[in-house]
């Protein structure tokens, strides 16, 4: 695999006023901005093309990272004019991806271990998109992904009636078929569902612990 898309378009409106003047990817994270912890997390998978998807004080990501050259990568920036979600914002890398299968995260998603295993499980499996879950002990308001033989049944946005699930770890691997279902649908977890129903899709377990910074409350904690 050799491109990534980074999501990283959004304000991040539960930073509150961290992000009044600043991107929610430049927000500090033990000492790094998010953003940086993501591309050195690429860097370290063996992918050196890399999309950032940006919309809100882009023009500080772009200074901030640059050519990509001081990570090892090779940068492309695309602008998401409204920010309405990840399905739009995944779309606008079509033209970039091409017929490429690659690797999407969100620029909030910090994972201190490798990502070559659910680069090489998407790749020997053949499947049109691989998802990275975190088993939860207990029921969370995150989207929950039910598994079954490894293979993906179905997302779920709530977990209430679960007591040991699966979230979505924000990261994954897709082949560019999902743009066709991107382009049908309005919201991203319609997509993936049809995705799902329609084609294999597989969940690769995290290994290390899997930091989801959202929120000023996530910051505190994860520090």
């Known amino acids: ?4 898309v980074i999501l990283a378009a959004g304000r991040g409106s539960r930073f509150k006023e961290f ?3 600043t991107p929610k990817a430049l927000i500090n994270f033990r000492g790094k901005p998010l953003i940086e912890h993501v591309l050195r997390m690429i860097t370290d998978s ?5 999309a950032i998807v940006v919309g809100y004080k882009g023009d500080q990501i772009k200074e901030y990272v640059g050519s990509g050259e001081k990570f090892n990568l090779k940068v492309s920036y695309y602008t998401q004019e409204i920010q309405d979600g990840m399905l ?3 779309l606008t890398t079509k033209s970039w991806v091409g017929d490429n299968h690659f690797l999407v995260t969100c620029c909030d998603v910090v994972y201190p271990g490798s990502l070559l295993p659910l680069v090489k499980k ?3 499996e053949n499947a049109k998109a691989t998802i990275s879950v975190v088993l939860q002990p207990e029921p969370v308001s995150k989207a929950i992904v039910c598994v079954n033989n490894n293979k993906v049944i179905s997302i779920h946005s709530s977990s209430k009636d679960y007591t040991s699930i699966f979230t979505d770890a924000g990261m994954m691997c897709f ?3 999902i743009f066709q279902f991107l382009e049908e649908e309005k919201h991203y977890l319609s997509a993936i569902t049809r995705l799902i129903k329609n ?3 597989i969940a690769h377990q995290l290994e290390a612990p899997c930091y989801n910074v959202n929120s000023v409350e996530d910051l ?3 520090e």
């Open 1 to 4: 695999m050799k491109k990534a």
């Open 19 to 21: 992000t009044e003047d």
């Open 46 to 50: 063996d992918i050196k093309d890399v």
């Open 88 to 90: 739009s914002a995944i």
């Open 122 to 124: 998407h790749q020997s």
């Open 175 to 177: 082949s560019p078929r």
């Open 199 to 201: 084609e294999y899709v």
């Open 220 to 222: 505190e904690k994860a």
